[in-house]
């Protein structure tokens, strides 16, 4: 029944909204890339990218300029992968509906909709068998419910359905489950699929190889258990071949491209930008106004504190879950931009959830069975924080919940407001960007209410993507990139002003 009321509440939303239907939504930000190279290969035949340059007014294409003249994507293929079975539908239908074939109209957009929906709904099912494993259909269903409504796996389930998160969640769930099966009984058929799985993890972000860790520490908490584990790996040998094959396999498309596009079989595609493993920001990345994990996801708290439960009755799961959350945690708070950009919430931990789900299950466990009147107040206070969680979706799509700069008083002013107040934005404070790329300690500044027309020249110049967005429109309108950034700044400062 809760899968049935997740579903209906994206389904209801993606009805409500018609996103698809705007030409700057879907295939918009980082989706642009993750995208890009489904139309380039099938309907450009072009992945050098040159057929940017043509003015047919129907993409835009952003890509990393390479002294070859040639463009490469920022990010990995693993999207596009899991994009592409609906992308294949969209474009045999866009023509007979009467629709652009470019590979940007709306059937394409409503394409990844669909894709968003589907690897949703199989993610749930496949999270709620292995709860069953454990858990009874209760609290299989109170975990599913918590998650799916109460997280921002819905806004990217719904409103930015191409980021790579919802598809991730899926994944996710079927290496848990594999897992489970794959000890139990190990064949030639688990083993290839269970490559696939994260070979496909991986691609999709690089960061989501430690899932590996999952697999290895599954059934391990005694010393002794890493022996019996290494001999198992041995006896296995044979199937832990053919996973390895398999996930090369799912690989070797990016670095064909790579090498294609490159020279170079591996090709670190994101320039200056990386970790500080020194200078990890767990406690912004957990707690913080702007981005905190807690603060925009409350559920997880308590998904966190499961953690004592499910060491207290299993044992053999645990381990494996907590290795894998606290890696994964430190690991994506030493990232330079440890809020991750423009987001609701702290989008990169969406990953996690599949995994965060058992500890979840063994507090509601927990809760089940004690006295009557504490229960309550406990399961009073969860239900409360998926509430709370699943209206932060809400504010986030209104504007009272700001994408990179809240703080602790901007969060206050708008606490428990659909729409944000008339000050809203005398209370934000921008992340400073450049320093966060040096790894020198951030220093923030006020939102600018209002910017000069040399500001705004400035403020595009200084984001790759913008700017080479205003190539391409500089390019097909055949006029100077300068002056196209003069009438795209005085565009931006009239609609500021309202004008």
């Not at 043509?54 to 490469?72: C, H, R, S």
């Not at 609906?86 to 470019?102: C, H, R, S």
């Not at 020249?457 to 205003?470: G, V």
């Amino acid at each position: 029944m809760s899968i049935v009321l997740v579903l209906v509440a994206v389904v209801w939303t993606d009805l409500a909204t018609h996103i698809w239907k705007d030409k700057n939504r879907v295939i918009q930000s980082d989706v642009i890339e993750y995208y890009g190279y489904l139309p380039a290969a099938f309907i450009y035949h072009d992945l050098s990218l040159n057929f940017r340059f043509q003015d047919k007014g129907k993409y835009t294409v952003w890509a990393t300029e390479l002294p070859n003249g040639k463009a490469v994507f920022k990010y990995t293929m693993g999207p596009a992968l899991m994009y592409a079975p609906f992308f294949f539908v969209a474009n045999e239908l866009a023509g007979p509906l009467g629709y652009d074939t470019g590979g940007y109209s709306p059937p394409y957009r409503l394409a990844i909709i669909l894709a968003a929906l589907f690897y949703l709904l199989l993610g749930l099912l496949l999270l709620r068998r292995v709860l069953l494993l454990f858990f009874t259909e209760t609290i299989a269903a109170a975990v599913l419910f918590s998650i799916g409504l109460g997280t921002n796996l819905f806004w990217y389930s719904t409103f930015e359905p191409g980021m790579p998160h919802v598809y991730d969640f899926f994944l996710v769930s079927a290496l848990i489950f594999l897992t489970f099966s794959w000890y139990r009984n190990a064949t030639v058929w688990k083993s290839l699929v269970l490559g696939v799985v994260m070979g496909l993890l991986t691609l999709i972000r690089p960061i989501n190889i430690l899932f590996v860790l999952f697999f290895v520490f599954y059934r391990i908490w005694r010393t002794k258990d890493v022996n019996r584990r290494l001999h198992y790996f041995m006896k296995h040998y044979d199937h832990i071949l053919v996973m390895l094959v398999a996930g090369f396999l799912v690989l070797l498309p990016q670095l064909i491209y790579w090498k294609e596009i490159t020279g170079r079989w591996l090709y670190y595609s994101y320039g200056k930008e990386g970790f500080f493993f020194l200078h990890p920001h767990i406690i912004d990345v957990l707690f913080s106004y702007r981005k905190g994990w807690y603060v925009y996801t409350p559920v997880m708290f308590f998904a966190s504190t499961g953690m004592i439960f499910l060491f207290r009755k299993y044992k053999t799961l645990a381990w494996s879950v907590v290795i894998l959350a606290v890696v994964y945690l430190y690991v994506v708070s030493s990232w330079w931009s440890w809020w991750y950009g423009g987001s609701l919430g702290q989008r990169a931990l969406i990953d996690l959830y599949p995994v965060m789900a058992f500890p979840l299950a063994a507090l509601f466990q927990w809760i089940a069975q004690r006295k009557t009147v504490f229960r309550k107040a406990i399961a009073i206070l969860i239900f409360l924080s998926v509430l709370l969680g699943a209206f932060y979706n809400v504010q986030y799509y209104f504007g009272a919940i700001h994408w990179d700069s809240m703080t602790r008083k901007a969060w206050f002013d708008s606490f428990g407001r659909l729409h944000p107040t008339s000050h809203f934005k005398d209370f934000l404070q921008t992340p400073d960007y450049k320093d966060a790329l040096l790894g020198k300690p951030e220093q923030l500044k006020p939102l600018q209410k209002k910017e000069t027309f040399e500001q705004v020249i400035e403020r595009i110049k200084s984001d790759p993507k913008w700017y080479e967005l205003i190539k391409d429109k500089a390019r097909k309108r055949n006029i100077s990139v300068d002056s196209m950034l003069q009438l795209d700044a005085r565009y931006i400062l009239n609609r500021e002003s309202g004008k």
